[in-house]
């Protein structure tokens, strides 16, 4: 089993719907949790950190951590088709690795 | 916006030569972090550090080695170059609670 796991994808939405990308995570003590969006050929670009269980907005983007079931999701609403892009999920375990699922691909379609 | 600098941005470089990737920081960030990612492929943990003269071995079993002496500064080093290295590297530092944050990566090619 995987560390931290994604959907590979492709996820397809339409331009303004809302899009809801998933990751499971080994380690029930992790501590700290990530969602990365990444172009490709660039570095990882930051979207949203989330520490403790519950839900956090910034803007369009929700991310949701339960650390009972060991689950962290992203939601995007309103996606636009520059929300096109590879969406990685980061985990911060115990022994302070940052591990990082394989990426969902989001294809949001104008 | 987020202080990790990497150099070289690229490198083409001869096999067998020695070759060392920089990474710094300015934002105090105790944790540090080394990735290899083939083009459109997952990202790799090769070496990480929680601390100053703290280095360990990620889930990639890479020939590499880093130094990490001073909390800024965690410089990647390949003895002797190969095709087989051949990746983009990419640098990323946090601290507990805090956001992680990647440097801008090199794409190293050997050839």
């Known amino acids: 089993q995987k560390e931290v796991e994604q959907n590979s994808g492709p996820l397809s939405v339409p331009e303004g719907a809302i899009a809801s990308l998933n990751c499971t995570y080994s380690?029930?003590?992790?501590?700290?949790f990530f969602w990365y969006r990444q172009y490709s050929g660039k570095s990882p670009e930051l979207i949203m950190s989330i520490y403790s269980n519950g839900d956090k907005e910034d803007g369009r983007f929700t991310a949701q951590l339960n650390k009972a079931s060991q689950y962290v999701s992203l939601l995007i609403r309103d996606s636009q088709p520059s929300d096109s892009a590879t969406y990685l999920c980061?985990?911060?375990?115990?022994?302070?690795?940052?591990?990082f699922g394989s990426g969902t691909r989001l294809l949001v379609r104008p | 916006e987020a202080d990790i600098y990497q150099t070289p941005r690229y490198l083409v470089i001869g096999t067998g030569k020695k070759i060392t990737l920089e990474c710094s920081q300015t934002m105090g960030h105790d944790k540090m972090y080394w990735y290899q990612q083939d083009p459109g492929m997952e990202l790799h943990l090769i070496h990480y550090s929680y601390g100053v003269n703290s280095t360990e071995k990620g889930d990639l079993s890479s020939e590499s080695t880093v130094s990490r002496i001073r909390t800024e500064h965690f410089p990647l080093t390949l003895e002797s170059a190969r095709p087989s290295h051949t990746s983009q590297y990419l640098c990323?530092?946090?601290?507990?609670?805090?956001?992680?944050?990647f440097g801008q990566g090199t794409r190293l090619t050997v050839v």
């Open positions: 980061a985990v911060m375990d115990s022994s302070y690795k940052l591990i």
């Open positions: 990323a530092s946090t601290s507990m609670n805090t956001e992680a944050f």
């Open positions: 380690d029930r003590v992790s501590q700290s």
